[in-house]
């Protein structure tokens, strides 16, 4: 009977410790090389994102971010990217709690997900920032030293947007010459096509892509105000990949070869595939 009582204990010991190692195993697939020692990444990707994260007609990842992120994996070899589509929120909060390795959403650098996330060194590309304004100002509206001369009313814009740095960073070299602009925060911004065209706001800070997919493109929410809209871009905001805060190794391979490719000129003949035209010489040098 003791004999029995014992073997008992003991096979439930060995099934609590079978169950803890596969536990274990599930919990750090993220951080295991496969059987021929190549690790697989998780890379998140933004499906709304057109033209820098989306999927094609036939469901496969692409857009600028993409594709320059398919280069540099070609370029390690003892890593697999895998490309993971999902929402702007989720990837945020997924690459911050190690659900995915990384993630590409033509993200800025802001100082509060720096605390969060790890920023490679070398950029992957370069959004191009510039006004949305009506195009009876289109002569007249060029950048944001002209929203300021001429007491233009900018939409509002939330101070964690990279966009609101630009005003900022404005604002600062032009004390005599201020941008005025409210905090958004408090209500959104959707409705920015209507109100500019109506004359509620005169002008919205953001990147190209905005214009293209809600103006520009034949199937965009407001394709019929392409007539009184026009996009006037001025500068470029340098953007990056988001690694998991234990991903430093893998950032720093990513900078090697990102590096390289931008000797090579790779990241400019991508740009002017999916953007039509090379941001990187947008860039300021102090950006």
Not at 25 to 45: F, H, P, Q
Not at 85 to 100: C, F, H, N, R, S
Request: charged share 25%.
């Amino acid at each position: 009977m003791m004999f029995f009582r014992k073997s008992g204990v003991l096979a439930l010991l060995m099934l609590l410790f079978t169950t803890a190692c596969s536990n274990g195993s599930e919990n750090t697939d993220n951080n295991k090389a496969s059987t021929d020692g190549v690790r697989k990444i998780k890379i998140a990707y933004a499906l709304t994102g057109v033209p820098i994260t989306y999927q094609d007609e036939s469901g496969n990842a692409t857009g600028y971010d993409v594709e320059m992120m398919k280069v540099v994996d070609e370029h390690l070899p003892e890593y697999e990217f895998e490309f993971i589509p999902t929402t702007d929120d989720d990837l945020l909060i997924g690459v911050e709690t190690g659900k995915y390795n990384a993630g590409v959403k033509n993200t800025f650098y802001t100082e509060p997900r720096a605390k969060k996330y790890v920023y490679p060194k070398e950029n992957l590309g370069a959004s191009s920032s510039g006004l949305i304004i009506r195009a009876e100002d289109k002569d007249k509206v060029h950048d944001l030293s002209d929203i300021a001369k001429l007491n233009k009313k900018l939409i509002p814009i939330a101070p964690q947007d990279a966009q609101y740095s630009l005003v900022v960073n404005h604002n600062e070299k032009n004390p005599d010459n201020q941008v005025q602009v409210e905090n958004s925060e408090t209500f959104t911004v959707s409705d920015w096509p209507i109100w500019i065209s109506e004359g509620r706001y005169d002008a919205l800070l953001t990147i190209k892509s905005t214009y293209t997919a809600t103006v520009e493109a034949e199937d965009g929410a407001y394709h019929h105000l392409k007539d009184d809209l026009v996009y006037s871009g001025f500068t470029a905001t340098k953007t990056y990949p988001l690694f998991n805060k234990k991903e430093q190794e893998l950032a720093d391979a990513y900078d090697l070869v990102m590096k390289q490719l931008k000797e090579e000129k790779v990241p400019n003949e991508l740009l002017v595939t999916f953007l039509g035209e090379d941001t990187f010489e947008l860039l300021e040098e102090d950006n």
